[in-house]
């Protein structure tokens, strides 16, 4: 393949665009999603006339007729329209206080942004599979991205941070509850994700609303102080209970219910639970699941919870039935429900 490299300027990528002769957005690319700081960073980038890495066109067919023919850009999506969104004063685009908007610039730095030049790398006339192709080598790894992979390419905004910070907490290390292959997966920032999802939300069906929400929540997440204090004194209350290192309780699966749980008891309900009574009752209740394999008890609770751990243990129903059983177990160190006031139809389980 013969490719040809030259320099344009922003208004000839400008013009292109507005006048359709340069296609941003090609149905094979995925809809990358910059935050409005990853734009305002590149914006600063361009602004202060430091280079960035070449974009790839390539032409479509030419009409033989009118002469007439376009650009698909092959790689390049999300600077592309950046600089078109910044030149419209697009609404898509919040600028913070240390960009001014174009029409703010003065003509001198208008002129210098118009003059930028941009490397640009031209395929010439190929066909849609070998675009896809390059497209694909551009933007291909040693090896297959998982979906959190992806998604922390697209997304690295508001969200996508408080996660990381969940993620990193000392009680997940302390615990060992991910592996250094999970962490090197980015496993851990999809757990802390649900975690913070199904706090705010509600449990969910394995990862399938991940991506909405850090679509919602690229630019801004207002919860933010909110979830995180929520997230320490749960992470608190549950160092304080004594659960022993080999007990269950730190095991995935059962440790995000039980957050997630105290959570709704601690700060949405603000129920006042005592940490001497619910870790012995938490200690003896998972000692049970584990005996359930060996020597089945017929208690409908302990057998709901423990197959809910051994099978589909992601879905959406199995998090809401160990959510279920957890809750009764930490009413019980109160006593009935209503001697808080707490009405059971007045907090209906996640996820219910």
């Not at 490299?5 to 400008?14: L, M």
Request: avoid cysteine.
């Amino acid at each position: 393949m013969k490719t040809s490299a030259d320099n344009r300027r922003v208004r000839q990528i400008i013009s292109g665009v507005k006048n359709g002769t340069i296609i941003p957005r090609p149905e094979f690319q995925r809809n990358l999603v910059w935050s409005n700081k990853d734009k305002a960073a590149f914006l600063d980038t361009v602004l202060r006339g430091f280079p960035f890495p070449e974009i790839y066109v390539a032409l479509t067919e030419v009409n033989l007729e009118t002469a007439e023919g376009a650009e698909m850009l092959v790689d390049g999506q999300q600077r592309v329209t950046t600089l078109y969104q910044y030149f419209t004063g697009s609404e898509a685009l919040k600028l913070g206080v240390d960009t001014p908007p174009y029409r703010d610039l003065s003509p001198e730095r208008q002129t210098d942004f118009m003059n930028y030049e941009v490397a640009v790398r031209n395929l010439g006339v190929v066909s849609i599979e070998d675009v896809k192709e390059v497209f694909r080598r551009i933007n291909a790894t040693s090896y297959a991205l998982n979906a959190m992979e992806i998604n922390n390419a697209r997304y690295n905004g508001a969200l996508k941070i408080a996660a990381d910070r969940i993620a990193s907490d000392e009680l997940f290390n302390t615990h060992r509850t991910f592996s250094p292959r999970e962490v090197q997966r980015m496993r851990n920032t999809v757990y802390a994700l649900t975690i913070i999802i199904s706090m705010i939300s509600a449990y969910f069906h394995r990862d399938d609303e991940i991506e909405n929400y850090l679509e919602m929540y690229n630019d801004d997440f207002p919860m933010l102080d909110e979830v995180m204090e929520r997230f320490s004194i749960v992470r608190g209350f549950v160092e304080s209970l004594g659960i022993e290192d080999k007990s269950r309780a730190w095991k995935k699966t059962d440790l995000l219910v039980l957050l997630v749980e105290l959570d709704r008891a601690l700060n949405r309900e603000h129920i006042e639970l005592d940490p001497d009574i619910v870790g012995p009752a938490l200690i003896n209740f998972y000692n049970r699941v584990e005996a359930e394999l060996s020597e089945p008890s017929g208690d409908e609770d302990l057998q709901a919870y423990f197959r809910t751990t051994v099978q589909a243990t992601n879905d959406r129903s199995s998090r809401a039935a160990r959510g279920k059983v957890i809750r009764k177990v930490l009413l019980a160190t109160i006593g009935a429900v209503e001697e808080k006031n707490v009405k059971p139809e007045q907090y209906p389980l996640p996820g219910a």
